[in-house]
């Protein structure tokens, strides 16, 4: 009887995520709320979690106290099994500077390696919505016996400017790795899409330990310096993300996964939420997604004060908001949230904690936390006047940050 292996996660959550500005002004990228109830980082997490792979560390860096305390606060394991999830902030043990990159992350924090002494690691990414059951990709990667595998997923070509490109041959191997290059190979026989890596990494520790420690070359980034390496010496090996199965999802799940590295990106995924039948489903109580769960009262829908009727489709409305005869469609209210009378709130995303008063439209909106929006307010109508106040993304979704004063 096979012997499961020893699994250390190491989650790389120190990115600044300079795209999703305004958003990551004060806070971690992967920080950054999400659906209204989670973080970006507990799509992570709870693939992890529902695995069974509960020794997690996640490196953190830039504006990292929000994701500190949602971590520490959200994410505790039981210690009589010796489960964690531990934030790691830069430890400089190279000097006085920032990580250099994610492979310069890791080599900074071998200690916790040395530690562990696991047999296998993954090195997954923080900010990415998807399911997947990371066990299946590490019995490919034992099974192939490579020193790292890579999972991977077809794009659009003309995404695929913004990702590490594989070029594989039948048998997974990897061959070539174009990280984020102009003109990307695409998949044999389809020359429509190109595979792109998803940043997410399963290593044999020796690998990873020596790859990442420097000796002639000093490797600092994982897709751009790391795997290229590995591919050169014939030990980079492929998995199809697209045949991952998770219990309780629906074909049209599977090979789910979105970078939300943009404004646009983030609208986007958040807005595949709220159809009748989603792309990505948040109900799925076989493989849940996990978060905290503040003691905050259910939501309530009901009349304004003058008896204006609430009006609500195609939205998800999350614990302690309220609609008071307002008007929501195709909109995710955060918890927390105050809809007023006779204010339209449309294809639009609330953090927590914003207000919405009397008679305010909100159309393709951003709105960040304790934002209060005035009585008549109009944004997202007036793309010209909404451009010289505001943030807004290359598709007209205008952002406001967080604790925005109008004047």
């Known amino acids: 009887m096979a012997v499961d292996p020893n699994v250390l996660v190491i989650v790389l959550a120190g990115g600044e995520g300079k795209r999703l500005q305004p958003l990551t002004t004060d806070r971690a990228k992967p920080a950054v709320p999400f659906a209204g109830t989670y973080r970006m980082i507990d ?3 709870s693939n992890f979690a529902n695995a069974g792979y509960r ?22 394991f039981s210690a009589m099994l010796d489960d964690y999830v531990t934030p790691v902030p830069a430890q400089m043990r190279r000097g006085p500077f920032w990580f250099q ?42 099974a ?4 790292v595998t890579v ?31 102009a003109s990307p190979p695409t998949m044999p026989g389809d020359d429509t899409r190109c595979l792109a890596s998803m940043g997410n990494y399963v290593f044999n520790t020796d690998t990873l330990i020596d790859i990442v420690t420097p000796d002639e070359n000093q490797y600092t980034d994982l897709g751009g310096d790391v795997i290229p390496a590995l ?12 045949k991952n199965v998770v219990p309780g999802q629906d074909d049209r799940e599977q090979g789910y996964w979105r970078d939300v ?16 039948v989603p792309v990505f489903n948040l109900y799925n109580d076989k493989w849940p997604v996990f978060t905290s769960r503040k003691a905050l009262p259910p939501a309530k829908v009901s009349r304004g004060r003058g008896g204006e009727p609430p009006f609500v489709d195609d939205s998800l409305l999350c614990q302690g908001s309220i609609l008071s005869g307002g008007h929501v469609e195709r909109s995710i209210i955060g918890p927390g949230c105050f809809i007023d009378h006779d ?46 106040k505001f943030t807004v993304s290359d598709e007209g979704i205008v952002v406001l940050p967080k604790d925005y004063q109008f004047t």
């Open 231 to 242: 591919t050169a010496s014939g030990d980079a090996r492929v998995y199809d993300f697209s």
């Open 55 to 76: 020794k997690i560390v996640v490196l953190t860096q830039y504006k990292s106290h929000s994701l500190d305390r949602h971590i520490t606060q959200t994410w505790r």
């Open 101 to 142: 990159g994610s492979a310069d992350a890791i080599y900074q924090n071998l200690n916790l390696i040395h530690d562990e002494k696991p047999d296998i690691v993954c090195v997954f990414g923080a900010d990415h919505i998807y399911r997947m059951d990371p066990r299946q990709m590490v019995e490919e990667h034992i």
């Open 144 to 147: 192939n016996g490579a020193g």
């Open 261 to 276: 590295g943009t404004l646009d990106a983030f609208f986007h995924a958040n807005m595949d939420l709220i159809a009748a």
């Open 43 to 45: 799509f992570a997490l």
């Open 151 to 181: 999972a991977a997923i077809p794009v659009p070509k003309h995404e695929a400017t913004e990702f590490g490109v594989i070029e594989s041959d039948e048998d997974g191997k990897i061959v070539d790795f174009h990280e984020k290059s």
């Open 343 to 388: 204010a339209h709130v449309t294809d639009s995303i609330l953090f927590p904690g914003v207000r919405v008063e009397a008679g305010a439209r909100l159309h393709r909106c951003i709105i960040d936390k304790n934002v209060v929006v005035p009585a008549w307010t109009r944004i997202g109508l007036e793309p010209e006047l909404d451009r010289e």
